[in-house]
């Protein structure tokens, strides 16, 4: 099992930062991959941010192309999502997760990873 537990959520200007941070424990040796996911209310779990845990390979959606950047600090099993430019759009709570494997499905599709946090909420106004 791995545990996964995000922070670095909250309010910000249209045009802020925020960074957020996801820590894992447990049986992180195992972890292949880790991805970012964010839901706004009334709406679908979007994928936002992947990045392969060994080579740091990533990819993200279109929307977040520039302004979002996903690393990891493989000594502290901690994963990081750097968020910049904020729009209003970007309010969501954003999730971690993780994947015991190589791809089985789409990295940008939820059914592949394994593990989940419980999220972290962010607030853009406008």
């Known amino acids: 099992q791995v545990q996964l537990v995000e922070s670095g959520g909250g309010l910000v200007q249209a045009g802020g930062s925020l960074r957020l941070s996801c820590a894992a424990s447990g049986r992180t040796f195992s972890t292949y991959a880790m991805g970012w996911f964010r839901q706004a209310p009334g709406k679908e779990r979007e994928f936002v941010a992947y990045?392969?845990?060994?080579?740091?390979?990533?990819d993200y959606t279109d929307s977040v192309k520039g302004r979002f950047t996903i690393s990891r600090d493989n000594a502290k099993n901690t994963l990081y999502l750097q968020m910049n430019s904020l729009k209003p759009e970007d309010t969501a709570v954003y999730v971690c997760a993780a994947a015991a494997g190589p791809p089985t499905a789409r990295i940008s599709t939820p059914s592949y990873y394994n593990y989940w946090g419980q999220g972290t909420r962010v607030t853009v106004s406008s």
């Open positions: 990045i392969r845990w060994n080579t740091g390979n990533t």
